[in-house]
């Protein structure tokens, strides 16, 4: 995400400014583990920046991910999202700053920060004269991790990658298999921290919800998620919470539920007979967040901005029959900071 709307969407940023201060938001999870000050962040930036020549990449990043929570890595194409990842698995050096896993410095000890990370990329680079089960064993042997073979048959069975497909050679494959491939080689080491890039990519509705649910559960086993996404109504499903890069830049680090505050809810309000409010007497009938977007004979839709309880209190003498809530979504709060990076 002057007249009036451009002066509503400035109030929106500086709320969402002042939200995002500490960095550290409540979280709405809770089945999710909690962390102590004596468990370092899964994931700490510190201060990373990112130039190629003139052209700045990534700029002054920090951001702590903590164990146990799946955090949505947002941002339009070209935002940074990729070269912060990169960074974290040390295959892009930053120009100035400082990455950890679980505290382990990503450059100074790469391999060993690595060794603790499950990663999906999102240009799989398969070698397509291989089978899909021949690819898993290879990279099987390059982690440190000894992989379960039962845990890996349960992937592949969520995955729905049957035995015939896995003899397949991968060259052969669908781009929507070589994505369900590659979620089982990620997730088969069962690795502390998993990065997903763009994870649901090519794959049909059932395989999103499939993986989905293999999300939630990993996170329910005390795994930590950082996951980059452009689709905003998958991050709003799993995400506990959301960083948003825009230009390089992160500009909003924030829970879905505390995202979601800082938009205005639609209330619809129905009424047995006609009740009279003429617009320039709006104030007068209606608290002061409230917002006329349209009256009629018998119905009012209204925007309101934080709680509803003084609006119930001034419809409490009015023939009130029924009441509609519209919850705001993620992308009423973030096409803000899109649309401001897409003009630029």
Same mark, same amino acid.
């Given at each position: ?6 002066? &509503? ?5 500086e ?41 700045? *990449?990534?700029?002054d990043?920090?951001?702590d ?33 400082? !990455? ?9 000890e790469?391999?060993? *920060?690595? *060794? &603790?990370?499950g ?16 690819? @898993? $064993? ?8 000894v ?11 969520r ?5 015939? $497909? ?17 979620i ?36 329910r ?6 996951m ?11 995400c ?7 230009r ?8 879905v539920?505390?995202?979601r ?34 009256? *009629?004979? &018998? ?9 509803i309880?003084?609006?119930l209190?001034? @419809? !409490?003498g ?11 979504? @993620?992308?009423?709060?973030l ?10």
């Open positions: 995400m002057p007249n009036s709307s451009s002066r &509503r969407a400035t109030l929106s940023e709320r969402v400014s002042q939200s995002i201060q500490g960095r550290v938001s409540s979280d709405p999870s809770l089945d999710r583990p909690a962390t102590t000050q004596n468990h370092p962040p899964a994931i700490q930036l510190q201060r990373i920046s990112k130039k190629y020549g003139s052209i700045a *990449a990534v700029s990043v920090s951001l991910v903590q164990p146990g929570e799946i955090f949505g890595f947002l941002g339009l194409n070209g935002a940074g999202k990729t070269t912060s990842i990169r960074i974290i698995l040390d295959l892009v050096r930053p120009t100035s700053g400082s !990455a950890r896993v679980f505290g382990i410095d990503c450059h100074r790469s391999l060993a *920060a690595r *060794a &603790r990370i990663y999906l990329p999102g240009e799989l680079g398969f070698y397509g004269d291989m089978t899909g089960e021949a690819t @898993l $064993d290879l990279l099987a042997r390059l982690n440190d991790r992989v379960d073979r039962v845990r890996r048959s349960e992937l592949i069975e995955m729905q990658l049957s035995g015939r $497909d896995l003899r397949r050679k991968v060259r052969d494959y669908s781009t929507g298999m070589k994505r369900k491939l590659g089982v080689q990620a997730f088969q080491p069962d690795p502390p921290l998993l990065i997903l890039d763009e994870p649901t990519e090519g794959l049909d509705p059932l395989m999103q919800d499939a993986l989905y649910d293999l999300l939630l559960d990993t996170r086993r005390g795994r930590t998620v950082f980059s996404s452009h689709v905003l109504s998958e991050v709003e499903r799993v506990d919470r959301i960083g948003l890069l825009r390089g830049e992160l500009v909003l680090v924030s829970s539920p505390d995202v505050n800082m938009a205005a809810r639609q209330i619809r309000v129905l009424f047995r007979e006609h009740v009279e409010l003429e617009p320039g007497a709006s104030r007068d009938r209606l608290p002061d967040n409230c917002e006329v977007i349209e009256i *009629a004979s &018998r119905t009012w839709t209204l925007r309101v901005r934080g709680i309880g003084p609006l209190a001034r @419809l !409490a009015l023939p009130v029959e029924d009441i509609e809530v519209r919850e705001p979504h @993620l992308e009423e709060v096409k803000t900071y899109y649309k401001d990076e897409a003009s630029r």
